[in-house]
């Protein structure tokens, strides 16, 4: 089936400091990512849609600058979360979606990202 | 935004028994639905799935009702095993878009 492997799965990094988050699909092509991000005990926020060889597409209120967002090839997106803040702390999830893959989507394992 | 210090509802079910999980979804031109379930740590894992024209989806052990009525969808589980214990997800979309609106989230504890 269709694995999503999501590289690291935890991470602490200090203020000021940026960290790269890697999304990439195992066995298919994913021409859509998803990054999504989740507080404690909450649902998932969808923050902004990729797509291959374009610009990402933002939701409302998520900062562009702060969350970079690459999708350079058919099997890897890059979220990175630039100039981190103790409040940037949160479970960051991708999912991709590939024509290969059926219309599903599939989730990687998620990080951990914690800011001290 | 943002919603700080949220608990998610939590369903306890004894072990055997069926659970129900609800979901109310916003969109009413949402035309398809998943169910996922997330374990502790982990990304969200693909249950089940129904689109807008049915009302009922069977799964091994799992069952997805739909009425689009009152928007409102449950996740029935027979013989709920320890192994169901996370938390629940309804996730809705409509056509054309590819977004999925995650519900808020149910947790499910298995009692043995």
């Not at chain 1, 066995?27 to 998803?34: C, E, H, K, L, V």
């Not at chain 2, 935004?1 to 999980?21: A, K």
Request: net charge positive; proline share 3%; charged share 15%.
């Amino acid at each position: 089936g269709a694995v999503v492997s999501q590289h690291p799965s935890w991470v602490i990094c200090k203020s000021g400091t940026s960290v790269k988050i890697e999304c990439r699909s195992l066995d298919f092509q994913a021409t859509t990512m998803f990054w999504y991000r989740q507080f404690p005990k909450q649902s998932l926020m969808l923050m902004a849609t990729s797509n291959e060889g374009s610009k990402a597409t933002y939701e409302q209120g998520v900062e562009k600058d702060k969350f970079l967002i690459n999708h350079a090839s058919l099997t890897l997106s890059t979220l990175t979360v630039t100039s981190a803040h103790p409040e940037d702390s949160s479970f960051y999830i991708c999912s991709a979606r590939g024509e290969s893959a059926g219309n599903g989507y599939t989730f990687g394992s998620g990080t951990r990202l914690t800011v001290v | 935004g943002e919603s700080v210090g949220l608990h998610l509802p939590t369903l306890s079910v004894q072990e055997g028994d069926n659970s129900i999980i609800n979901c109310a979804y916003s969109n009413s031109a949402s035309d398809y639905f998943i169910w996922y379930k997330q374990e502790s740590g982990k990304g969200p894992q693909f249950i089940i799935d129904i689109r807008s024209n049915m009302d009922k989806r069977q799964g091994q052990r799992v069952t997805v009702l739909l009425n689009k009525t009152v928007k409102h969808l449950s996740l029935q589980i027979a013989a709920t095993q320890p192994g169901d214990s996370a938390v629940y997800f309804c996730a809705e979309s409509f056509s054309g878009t590819y977004k999925y609106i995650f519900g808020t989230g149910t947790r499910l504890k298995v009692l043995a």
